[in-house]
Structures are given as structure tokens and as C-alpha cells.
């Protein structure tokens, strides 16, 4: 290996040890695990996030030392949320709260000029494809909903027949759509516990119908819509989790699902 590219890996792998720390961070802080009970081993973390053992063990040293973890036998055990420093907690609810939007803004400019190019250039085999892509979505919940949804927004962008812009956008999917493995390892807070998704068939249909009329200025204004839903109800989730302090500075109760880079969304 070349050394000039050692630094390049050591910085790629500590950013991503920093994620998953402010991630699991927030799923202390939201009540799960609750406190007292043990986190999920070594192995569930790595299928819920997508990360190696490496990066996992050195995230929850993190949490050891920050006084979110404590070891007990051979178990990690979640500290009680009274005990947890006061700047820890405020540290945690920013860098969710400011990760939401972050991930949300992109998203949504890559989207739209994604869906501005379908509603221009779609061939009529195009729009079969996105019907049954929509279709998809009809009648299913839980890990079914969220595997259709990813589905229809990356076939929006391929009919966009831009390859840069596909590229860009399958490239960061794992930061615009939860991982599967993550509601296996929090059952606590899968979508089928929580009910019907946040953006459901009707608002996707909505952009399909756009698109298909070649209407792309409403395409792009139904797109938006349904990921502004998405990304104000994640918002007001995450700024109640145990009265975390809100955006005003206030606090509401309330639970969050967990919105950050690593995970994925339901829009």
C-alpha cells in the first residue's frame, strides 16, 4: 500500500466512527435501549449500521467515556439519563437535529432536478416502470414500505438518464434510507409499531402523476412536499425524545426514530 494513502484511511474510518457514535448516541437518548438494559452485541451493530467491528468497538469506547455505557460483567449497560453530562445530551440532540437537515437538503436538490429531468425526457416504457414501482408501494408496511420506497426514488432518478447525477445519488443512498438491519436490532421503534409510514402511496402517486404529465414544475413541487413531511415529522420526534431541547430552545415530549446519517427514512 502507497503510505501517502494511510492518513486518507485513518480520517475516512475515525468520520465514520464519529457517526455511529452521535447515532447510537441518540437511540440512548431516545429510550432505546432504555436505561439500564444492555446494548445490542457487537455483531447487531455492525448488521444495523453497515459498519465493521472496528469502527463499532471504538464508537462504544466513546460512549464508556462520555458516561452514556457502563460495563457491567460482560455486558454494556445504558447509564441512567440523569447521570449522563449535561453538554453530552445537548451534544447529542444538535448533531441529530443539524444531521436531519443536512441529509434533507441534499436530498431534496438531488431529487429535484432528478425529477425535473424525468418529467422532460420519460419514454413510455419509463412510465410503466415507475407505475409498477409505485404499485409496489400499495398495501405493505414495515421493511416491505421502506425496501419500495427506496426502489421508487431510485427509479425516479434513473429516468432522469443523467449518469452523474444517478451515480451521486445510489453513492449516498445509505445516507438517505435506514438500513433493514436497524429496525431488527431497535424493535422497539420499527415502523410497523409506529403505524402507517410518514409519507404513505397517495403522496408518491401524487409525483407520479406529475411526472407523467410532463408537468415538471409540479413534479418537483410534489417531490419536495412529501420530503419536507418527512423531514419536519423526524424533526419533531427527535426534538421530543425525552424533552430533548427543540429547535426554539424549548422542550416537548415525545420519541424519535433515530433520523441520522446512518439510517434510513421513510419519504
Not at 37 to 55: K, S, Y
Not at 146 to 156: K, S
Not at 193 to 217: F, L, M, N, S
Amino acid at each position: 500500500m502507497d503510505l501517502d494513502d494511510v492518513p486518507n484511511l485513518k480520517l475516512e474510518r475515525e468520520t465514520l466512527v464519529d457517526r455511529l457514535t452521535v447515532q447510537l448516541r441518540q437511540q440512548i437518548l431516545s429510550g432505546r435501549p432504555a436505561p439500564g438494559e444492555a446494548m445490542p452485541v457487537e455483531r447487531e451493530l455492525c448488521e444495523a449500521f453497515g459498519v465493521g467491528r472496528t469502527t463499532v468497538r471504538e464508537a462504544l469506547h466513546g460512549l464508556i467515556a462520555a458516561g452514556f455505557l457502563v460495563r457491567e460483567r460482560r455486558q454494556l449497560i445504558v447509564v441512567d439519563r440523569n447521570r449522563i453530562p449535561d453538554h453530552e445530551v445537548d451534544y447529542a440532540a444538535l448533531a441529530a437535529r443539524l444531521s436531519v437537515t443536512d441529509v434533507f437538503e441534499t436530498r431534496k436538490a438531488l431529487e429535484a432536478k432528478a425529477v425535473e429531468l424525468a418529467a422532460r425526457s420519460w419514454a413510455e416504457d419509463d412510465i410503466v416502470v415507475l407505475r409498477e414501482a409505485l404499485e409496489a408501494m400499495r398495501d405493505v408496511t414495515g421493511p416491505e414500505y421502506h425496501a419500495a420506497d427506496v426502489a421508487f426514488h431510485l427509479t425516479i432518478v434513473r429516468l432522469a438518464k443523467n449518469a452523474v447525477l444517478q451515480q451521486v445519488y445510489e453513492d449516498a443512498q445509505h445516507l438517505f434510507f435506514k438500513l433493514p438491519g436497524f429496525w431488527r436490532v431497535f424493535a422497539g421503534q420499527a415502523p410497523a409499531r409506529q403505524g402507517k409510514p410518514i409519507t404513505g402511496w397517495e403522496g408518491h402517486r401524487t409525483v407520479v402523476d406529475a411526472i407523467e404529465a410532463r408537468d415538471a414544475e409540479a413534479a418537483v413541487r410534489a417531490n419536495t412536499e412529501l420530503l419536507d413531511r418527512v423531514e419536519r415529522t423526524l424533526i419533531e420526534r427527535l426534538a421530543g425524545a425525552g424533552k430533548l431541547p427543540g429547535p426554539d430552545g424549548a422542550a416537548t415530549p415525545g420519541a424519535i426514530p433515530n433520523p441520522t446519517p446512518l439510517t434510513r427514512s421513510d419519504g
